[in-house]
């Protein structure tokens, strides 16, 4: 649990557009997170920022081939213990987690040995939620393959996993010593799990910084060609919002929230589906369009932020409709459960335009009605 | 994760020796500790340090009939759930927590919501990790019934559960809001228990405080007599010690270590018999004096204080010989995946004298081998 700043001369040059570093300022917690094409070759840089001798890295079938022999090389004479899941959501799960446990138990992994996660942000969310369990807590470090766990799920120190009654609902907050981003394993990324990504990209412009959403406007069509210059600047400008809310809010007392733009509604798909047909930035960019509707009808944002929002989702090529799979009931009563309940009344991130986001339980219900019935069956 | 003081007025009298009240400061999360014969029935005390409008109070089979009514009438309007876990150390796993979670999301228990341990050092373990994986980590309080869990496991905020590798591998440090210990809950305490609680008691003693042993060897009979008096002192005494340690070292990076005085001998007791033969506290006090033996080994002590300390802790009535059921190898393999190895160098908790504890990895190992040989099989 000790931080391992970049040392000087190790890092990345200044102005560099693919190579970008910035700092999570958490006090004694705080972290570099390393934005690059090419870190996981790096063993310069990850010898610094991983220095503990015993590493457990926990990965998935579908990462491992492809990424999992590179990060060996450059962990260079540490003796490596490698923990493949199976893939996908569905299998973010308690059992799920003492199986890493076990593991990590089996090979004797001690209170100064590291959990790397490899992945994307199921493999993250279980490596982090095992490694706050192990011994009390012990350090880990991301290593996130996938645009969504670049440019949110790696940064900030939520873990945990999913219960049959809902989406996150057991874990911890347990903070990395280091994310290190390597864009090229984007290359790899199937397009789905791009445009799912993407999601959270738009949610950082819709939050705070409407310049953004204007910039992603431009750039919708480089992104998914997964331009390499558009995609670093993207990812860096995501982790720069995230890293700011999350140091003046690391427990979500309050700011924090902002980050779950698009989350109540979007839990309330994966819940519903069982986590199995939509993926999590997929059900974000439905509930963020939802937010807006929920906004507009509640008299807080005009039609054509809605529209401009909508637009910009449907470019990126991400469904928008959840009715023929989730009913009305379904979804409210996922709802009910979900995190965001205060005092037996649902918060909510609406928003008063672009780039305006806030928290509120104070909404007409019948917009809330209204939103729920176009949306849902 | 609010800090709940106790309100002026609300509290003991000053000077009343079977009503004590002391305070943990860790800055916003610190917390009370009251000690009282009849707190169960303090709905007064109970409203004001307990705010939480729903509860989810976890107890056991053993505990629930004789204190959960008592303490039911206490919340008095508040919206309660029970949950009852089976008694015994050898439930204290992972899957008991999965079942615990299981009643939380079914009963909808919200971020705002409390849980309470009522029960022993097992209860107040499970309830608390349960509390800090919920939510990513909810309000919970501690009621302790057993006198182990009132003089040390229901202080400091250590939680978690067992794994058949090893005890406690698997928690968090998650604080109470408070700890609430009635005395007269040790009326109905089983002879054995109380005993094992002693053991704990004596820890306080050997670790920093040379009077208080001196003490305790003048009234052992007393407390074994459960004397009220002297066991209201007994406990504010280890509270005392227990909460100055805690406050100076949370997160167990130096100091806090003391409080594993005898822990790991007693972990490795546990471990090879699975947990079911020794109480935690039994295997504490056989543990302990494996430890004055070693530190007799190394020549940091003499043997009359040796002498001492096992005199005491047989006038308590404890176990001290582990020979019949535990093997030196099963006992080393054990101690080998216990927490307190660091870069594979076994550290213990030994002693200069009483009082004069201190930790160390710096010993000769064939005066751990002669201390295993004594003791092991």
Redesign the interface.
């Known amino acids: ?1 000790s931080a391992h700043p970049v040392r000087a001369g190790q890092g990345f040059a200044v102005g560099d557009p693919l190579h970008q570093q910035l700092t999570v300022q958490l006090g004694e917690r705080s972290y570099p997170i390393l934005i690059g094409a090419g870190l996981l070759d790096r063993a310069d840089l990850i010898d610094t920022l991983l220095p503990a001798r015993k590493v457990a890295v926990v990965t998935n079938t579908v990462v491992s081939p492809l990424y999992f022999p590179q990060l060996r090389r450059s962990l260079g004479d540490r003796e490596v213990v490698e923990v493949v899941l199976p893939d996908g959501e569905v299998h973010k799960t ?2 799920g ?2 199986r890493v ?2 593991v990590l ?2 090979n ?1 992994l ?3 040995g590291l959990v790397v996660a490899l992945g994307g942000g199921v493999v993250g969310d279980m490596a982090g939620f095992a490694a ?6 012990i350090d880990f470090a991301q290593v996130p393959t996938t645009l969504l766990a670049q440019v949110d799920s790696s940064v900030g120190g ?1 873990t ?1 996993v999913n ?4 989406k ?6 347990h903070q990395p010593i280091a994310v290190l981003a390597d864009t090229r394993t984007l290359d790899t990324l199937p397009d789905r799990e791009l445009r799912a990504g993407l999601a959270e990209v738009i949610k950082y412009g819709l939050i705070g910084d409407e310049p953004f959403f204007a910039w992603l406007e431009q750039h919708a069509e480089a992104l998914l060609a997964r331009d390499p210059e558009a995609l670093a600047h993207a990812i860096r400008r995501s982790c720069d919002t995230k890293a700011a809310i999350v140091a003046r809010d690391e ?1 979500e007392q309050g700011d924090r929230a902002l980050l779950n733009l698009g989350h109540t509604f979007g839990h309330a798909i994966e819940t519903a589906t069982g986590y199995s047909s939509w993926l999590h930035g997929e059900a974000v960019g439905a509930g963020m369009l939802m937010a807006a509707t929920l906004s507009q009808h509640a008299g807080l944002m005009d039609a054509a932020s809605v529209q401009r929002i909508k637009a910009l989702l449907l470019r990126v090529g991400l469904p928008l409709d959840a009715r023929a799979e989730v009913t009305r009931e379904a979804a409210v009563a996922a709802m ?2 979900d ?1 965001k ?4 009344k649902l918060r909510f991130i609406l928003m008063r335009g672009i780039g305006r986001s806030f928290v509120t339980s104070d909404y007409p219900e019948d917009a809330l009605d209204a939103t729920l019935a176009g949306f849902f069956s």
């Open positions: 649990m308690l059992p987690i003492s446990l076990d138990v089996a004797r001690g209170r100064d706050a369990c192990y011994q009390r807590g939520k945990g219960h049959p009654g809902g996150n609902l057991i874990g911890a907050f427990f009910r459960i995190k309940v205060k005092a037996g």
